[in-house]
């Protein structure tokens, strides 16, 4: 699933081809993804583009009329593509360029969505979230001051959009991994320093995944790339009944508020 940094990477690298160009038209080959794609996508037509950017996992294109907004759900990659590229299958919008490029999205799951709104301030899936993890607003001290009296697993806390957005499942199991923090670990007895561990490895995390993504950002541009997510170094996901890397101990695991846990006891602390 293409997580925070891969959702960075792509803006990145299909950035250059759309931003300052017009946009001739979009097709909309299926409009039933995650959520029905906004009806004013088909209807644009030559609009500037003046900016690409990105809010938890959402990419926003900002042109002269408003916002398309988008999301890559389960499955989804966007690429730039000729536009004599044919279509494959699982290619369900195009954005067709004035400078002979196609910005497509294929998604075979189709949890994506493909949204239209004229104010992003009270975009409504925008309401909600949390400040962005790698920004300052995403501190040890908003940390320690969001977890008093939770009475949640830590690893629920921090997978909490309205906390903090971009910490995925993987994401969550590597950082408490790191920090020595048992996934069900109540929130609300997490202290200052253990915040402050917390926040410095979430932020040091999503930043290697966003830097690693730079060696992997031709699969955007190539017709025939990959999605392009990450291979990650993982240490302790998915790896149930093997050692643990710092102890030797048998990693154990759990679903913990649904998601797939992984954890071991020796070295994570409740
Ligand atoms: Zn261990």
Not at 9 to 31: C, D, H, M, S, W
Not at 127 to 146: H, I, N, T, V
Not at 178 to 183: A, I, R, S, Y
Not at 229 to 238: D, M, R, S
């Amino acid at each position: 699933m293409p997580e925070l940094p891969e959702v960075e990477t792509a803006k990145n690298g299909i950035a250059p081809y759309l931003t300052g160009f017009t946009i001739e038209k979009i097709i909309v080959r299926q409009t039933k993804l995650r959520w029905q794609v906004s009806p004013e996508l088909s209807q644009l037509s030559l609009v500037k583009i003046t900016a690409l950017s990105r809010r938890a996992k959402y990419l926003i294109i900002h042109t002269e009329q408003g916002f398309i907004i988008g999301h890559l759900g389960m499955s989804g990659s966007v690429r730039i593509v000729e536009n004599n590229d044919p279509v494959e299958k699982h290619d369900h919008l195009d954005m067709i360029m004035n400078n002979g490029k196609i910005m497509r999205y294929n998604d075979p799951r189709r949890f994506g969505a493909w949204l239209w709104t004229d104010n992003l301030d009270n975009f409504h899936l925008f309401m909600k979230l949390g400040p962005e993890p790698l920004s300052d607003q995403f501190s040890a001290d908003y940390l320690f001051k969001k977890s008093r009296k939770k009475h949640t697993a830590l690893k629920v806390f921090l997978m909490d959009n309205a906390v903090v957005v971009g910490v995925g499942n993987i994401y969550a199991n590597e950082v408490l991994f790191q920090c020595g923090l048992h996934p069900q670990k109540l929130a609300g007895t997490i202290t200052k320093k253990q915040a402050e561990l917390l926040v410095a490895t979430i932020k040091k995390e999503l930043q290697r995944a966003i830097q690693q993504g730079g060696t992997t950002l031709k699969d955007f541009l190539q017709p025939d790339g990959k999605p392009g997510y990450f291979a990650q170094e993982l240490q302790i996901y998915g790896k149930a009944g093997k050692n643990c890397p710092t102890c030797g101990a048998k990693i154990e695991s759990l679903l913990i508020g649904q998601r797939n846990s992984f954890f071991c006891t020796k070295c994570q602390k409740k």
